[in-house]
């Protein structure tokens, strides 16, 4: 069965509250907290201060994803009680062993993203390390995205990688992700769907939701 998690970065701030119970109502597994530099990535978005204020009130696991240079420096910070991943980027840090380390230090699950050029066998030292990869289906920084066709093929390969070291990291990917084409990127080797625009910017995104999670359920890998 297929994971979605529901990129607040495309929901409303104005009533961020009931935006994170219509998630929680459409089963979404994972409420997904994009934290933004404005150096590794153009803009700047969620800080500690929101993953602090959702803790304790949000029925659902975070799934912090790091979009920092550096992000050995905030990685404390965002390690709430409903923390359950905090991910950052390859191309970001500069020790990725103790990085991937530190994380599971603090109680959590650790992730690894990787841009749309970045290649998947970066990751053959650290494979058995990792509890999550996350496959970037557009360039980071901006919702709302055009996802990228190649991306369907590193699912793919991270799958085939994974059988082949004996791993057990989830595959999870992010951006341009849409009720539509859920399907064909659960197939390609997705373990969990990311999407915000998907569900957020749906007219209705409760059916949104419910759309993915029919596809998610059917999904069986």
């Known amino acids: 069965m297929g994971k979605i998690s529901a990129?607040?970065?495309?929901?409303?701030?104005?009533?961020?509250?009931?935006?994170?119970?219509?998630?929680e109502a459409g089963a979404a597994d994972y409420i997904h907290v994009d934290v933004m530099d404005g150096n590794f990535v153009p803009l700047i978005s969620l800080g500690s201060y929101i993953?602090?204020?959702?803790?304790?009130?949000v029925g659902l696991p975070l799934d912090v994803h790091i979009m920092a240079v550096e992000p050995e420096r905030h990685i404390n910070s965002f390690a709430t009680d409903d923390t359950e991943y905090i991910v950052v980027h390859y191309e970001a840090v500069r020790?990725?062993?103790?990085?991937?380390?530190y994380i599971r230090s603090l109680g959590k699950k650790n992730g690894v993203a990787l841009n749309p050029a970045t290649d998947p066998r970066v990751l053959d030292y650290v494979i058995g390390d990792i509890d999550q990869v996350l496959v970037m289906s557009v360039n980071p920084g901006f919702g709302g995205q055009r996802f990228i066709p190649s991306s369907l093929r590193k699912l793919s390969e991270l799958r085939s990688m994974r059988e082949e070291a004996g791993a057990g990291y989830i595959i999870s990917i992010d951006g341009g992700v849409y009720p539509h084409n859920a399907l064909e990127i659960f197939e390609a080797g997705a373990d969990m769907v990311v999407s915000g625009s998907g569900i957020f910017a749906a007219d209705d995104p409760l059916?949104?939701?419910?759309?993915f999670r029919s596809v998610a359920d059917r999904y069986r890998p």
């Open 95 to 101: 020790h990725l062993h103790r990085t991937l380390e």
């Open 51 to 57: 993953t602090d204020r959702l803790s304790g009130r």
């Open 207 to 211: 059916a949104a939701l419910t759309s």
């Open 7 to 23: 990129s607040i970065l495309s929901a409303d701030f104005m009533k961020l509250g009931k935006e994170i119970a219509l998630a």
